[in-house]
T-cell receptor, first 113, second 115 residues
Framework: DAKTTQPNSMESNEEEPVHLPCNHS???????IHWYRQLPSQGPEYVIH???SNVNNRMASLAIAEDRKSSTLILHRATLRDAAVYYC??????????????FGKGTKLTVNP | DVKVTQSSRYLVKRTGEKVFLECVQD?????MFWYRQDPGLGLRLIYF???????EKGDIPEGYSVSREKKERFSLILESASTNQTSMYLC??????????????FGPGTRLTVT
């Protein structure tokens, strides 16, 4: 599996945008970029995914670099409820066993009031 | 909403006991997974199942077995619990890849302590 690199931790202030980076320099052409987050004392939850184009949903936006070697998860207005560990994961859905998620260490986001 | 439930939030067992962790999902998902999560090691896949009675080993299957007799239920079994199996156990489910399995849905977790 191609690897991802994320900062261990980031801080943000409430109501401000947050940009969470992820590097994946060995990404292959068929790897999708997925983001999950894990709130304290809960299981992980899906946030967003994309392949080449930027994506938006009700939770966040995903900006993917043109060469796909990096991506950024954008929370447009951070709230205290967004404090969590955010995981960037690559998945090749064309490969057998692609249903598996390989979690790295993620980025722990702290949101200050 | 997809719901994945786990039989217990907290469990305390003694070394050598046989332990069953149960997971049920209500969305007719083909795939089910068991992970464990430990500080500094993140989430690691123990076993997964892509159909009833089908199972595949994940990254750390030693000391564990699984059972999937019905589509909605996936059990993790610790045949003889040991202290190094003290951990948070997370169950997840997803649609099969052919049905666009972009999301895995996780349960709330079971914190198992083996004394």
């Amino acid at each position: 599996d191609a690897k991802t690199t994320q900062p261990n931790s980031m801080e943000s202030n409430e109501e401000e945008p947050v940009h969470l980076p992820c590097n994946h320099s060995t990404i292959s052409g068929t790897d999708y970029i997925h983001w999950y987050r894990q709130l304290p004392s809960q299981g992980p939850e899906y946030v967003i995914h994309g392949l080449t184009s930027n994506v938006n949903n009700r939770m966040a936006s995903l900006a993917i670099a043109e060469d796909r070697k990096s991506s950024t998860l954008i929370l447009h207005r951070a709230t205290l409820r967004d404090a969590a560990v955010y995981y960037c994961i690559l998945r090749d859905l064309t490969q057998g066993g692609s249903e598996k998620l390989v979690f790295g260490k993620g980025t722990k986001l702290t949101v200050n009031p | 909403d997809v719901k994945v439930t786990q039989s217990s939030r907290y469990l305390v067992k003694r070394t050598g006991e046989k332990v069953f962790l149960e997971c049920v999902q209500d969305m007719d998902h083909e795939n089910m997974f068991w992970y464990r999560q430990d500080p500094g090691l993140g989430l690691r896949l123990i076993y997964f199942s892509y159909d009833v009675k089908m199972k595949e080993k994940g990254d750390i299957p030693e000391g564990y077995s699984v059972s999937r007799e019905k589509k909605e239920r996936f059990s993790l079994i610790l045949e003889s619990a040991s202290t190094n199996q003290t951990s948070m156990y997370l169950c997840a489910s997803s649609l099969a890849a052919a049905r666009s399995s972009y999301e895995q849905y996780f349960g709330p977790g079971t914190r198992l302590t083996v004394t």
